[in-house]
């Protein structure tokens, strides 16, 4: 395990560090305007949603590493305290990629870009028509976190319109995951593409309570078979199988396993857990547990 104290290292190699582990983050694809309607674009990957009565962004044109210079951005908010903060899918990575280029400050980004802007409704900076979902904005506090090379500035935003393309909407009228295709930024200079390939779901366990890790048997837990996730989902059920349902389904569904190998108590066990763990694959919990009960139901 490498240990690292990060005051002992040069800004730019920490700064390497938390974006290498820290990551995919989400991209504030940040359109600005200064005081003479100059407008801006630019990307920041220091960025999340953190409330949602009020609703609240806060993304961070931090300083650079290299020159400790500032962002337009970050100058921009200080004189306009508006901003709207477009979402980045794949259809536009490259292009947003483009506006990150470090032009002056009498460059506009729409143009270099070759992306569309287009004017809100209740701010002075301009929306990009090819982002998904555009949300206008205004600044209620800009938190300057140091005067150094690398410090961040946290732009606190409120949400005050949502701007959302149909064509990402579900029947429901909400954003579907698969529709949206958004990339996220990671380390260097990968990014991650939020698609079929990469997604997959986890149940929240927002009203149930689950049995926890410290009611798994000891001899699942210490299971060569089973990894620390499979165990996460045993000990999200919320009730163990009782003896009976796994009796049951043992007799029913486990009969051959059992017969095949009822000299060989060790390899049974073994293909148990293999066979639990194909059921946790599928999100079969309970089949799982009743599958792992029943070597000890003997």
């Not at 992306?115 to 205004?138: A, D, G």
């Not at 909400?174 to 295709?181: F, L, N, R, S, Y």
Request: net charge negative; proline share 6%; with cysteine.
């Amino acid at each position: 395990m490498l240990t690292l104290e990060p005051k002992e290292l040069p800004v730019p190699q920490l700064h390497r560090y938390l974006l290498g582990a820290v990551g995919p983050r989400p991209i504030a694809f940040a359109s600005t305007i200064d005081e003479n309607g100059v407008p801006n674009l630019a990307p920041f990957s220091f960025f999340n949603v953190f409330s949602a009565n009020p609703p609240i962004l806060i993304f961070s044109p931090a300083r650079s590493g290299r020159t400790n210079t500032t962002k337009d951005t970050y100058e921009n908010v200080k004189k306009v305290a508006e901003c709207v903060i477009n979402i980045v899918n794949f259809e536009i990575v490259e292009q947003m990629s483009l506006a990150s280029s470090p032009y002056g400050d009498d460059i506009d980004e729409f143009v270099k870009s070759g992306l569309t802007p287009i004017e809100s409704e209740k701010v002075k900076p301009f929306r990009v028509k090819e982002s998904p979902v555009q949300f206008e904005c205004k600044v209620l506090e800009v938190n300057e976190l140091g005067t150094e090379g690398g410090a961040g500035n946290l732009v606190i935003c409120e949400v005050v319109k949502i701007h959302i393309n149909e064509a990402v909407l579900d029947d429901d009228k909400m954003i579907d995951q698969h529709k949206i295709d958004l990339v996220s930024r990671m380390g260097g200079n990968w990014y991650c593409r939020a698609n079929e390939s990469s997604m997959f779901e986890v149940k929240k366990p927002v009203t149930t309570i689950g049995v926890g890790f410290d009611n798994i048997p000891e001899d699942i837990k210490t299971s060569s078979i089973l990894t620390g996730n499979d165990l996460g989902k045993l000990g999200s059920i919320v009730e163990l199988p009782n003896e009976t349902d796994v009796n049951e389904y043992k007799l029913i569904e486990l009969s051959e396993l059992f017969v095949t190998l009822e000299d060989e108590p060790a390899k049974l066990e073994l293909e148990l857990h293999k066979l639990a763990k194909e059921h946790l694959s599928k999100n079969e919990v309970e089949q799982a547990w009743m599958t792992l009960l029943a070597f000890n139901n003997q």
